[in-house]
């Protein structure tokens, strides 16, 4: 089982930016598509950003124009840059494959939007 780790959560105000990190501890990082999940309080875990392994990227259309993911191979991470936050983007953010989860789920990063 891969270890994940996600950080770079936080409390901000609607419009401003956070990027969100998610290393992974184990081998064969690079010959997986990976996705950002995210679950707001109450809802289910929803994926909003995926990357495939020759970095193609779709995007949920809530957050599409405004959430970038990518990945560095080398320190087997993948990101999530996001601009202009809204009150609706809270949630705790997850990443894991994108097409299973039997690498299990990290702890998460909560995201705050919030004035």
């Known amino acids: 089982q891969v270890q994940l780790v996600e950080s770079g959560g936080g409390l901000v105000q609607p419009g401003e930016s956070l990027r969100l990190s998610c290393a992974a501890a184990?081998?064969?990082?690079?010959?997986?598509?990976m996705g950002w999940y995210r679950q707001a309080s109450g809802k289910q875990r929803e994926l909003v950003a995926t990357i495939s392994t020759s970095a193609k990227t779709n995007y949920v259309e809530s957050v599409k124009g405004r959430f970038t993911i990518s990945r560095d191979n080398a320190k087997k991470t993948v990101y999530l840059q996001m601009h202009n936050l809204k009150p609706e983007d809270t949630a705790v953010y997850y990443c894991?494959?994108?097409?299973?989860?039997?690498w299990g789920w990290g702890q998460g990063t909560q995201v705050t939007v919030s004035s």
């Open positions: 184990g081998p064969f990082f690079s010959n997986y598509a």
């Open positions: 894991n494959r994108q097409y299973s989860t039997a």
